[in-house]
């Protein structure tokens, strides 16, 4: 790192750590924070199928009576692939962020290139 800044150990460790709960804690921090996903929040609620993609995630998914997965495909299918990614880089960058906390949520295949 050729920066002046000190760098943590741990990448998101501002918004992370252990007793943190990922999605009532580290995903809010790391989403709102300028330096962390500030701007991968940005583009997908700037950007309106993204925001039904969220709800749709988020919200239908979470209530629905059929599994998960089955409801979050049909999210996928019913969105457009720019919204898709934008939602896509703003999960990845959360759970770059919140390691710790999302460790399952995040899977041991995410790369984040840390």
Known sequence: ????????????????????????????????????????????????????????????????MESWVDCAADCRAATTELAASYFEALEKCIFCHCRISCEQEAGESLTCGY
């Open 1 to 64: 790192d050729s920066d002046t800044d000190t760098d943590s150990a741990v990448p998101g460790i501002v918004c992370d750590g252990a007793g943190v709960d990922c999605y009532t804690e580290c995903y809010g921090c790391a989403a709102f924070e300028s330096t962390l996903c500030g701007d991968e929040y940005g583009a997908c609620m700037e950007n309106a199928d993204c925001i039904s993609y969220t709800d749709c995630l988020w919200v239908d998914c979470s209530m629905s």
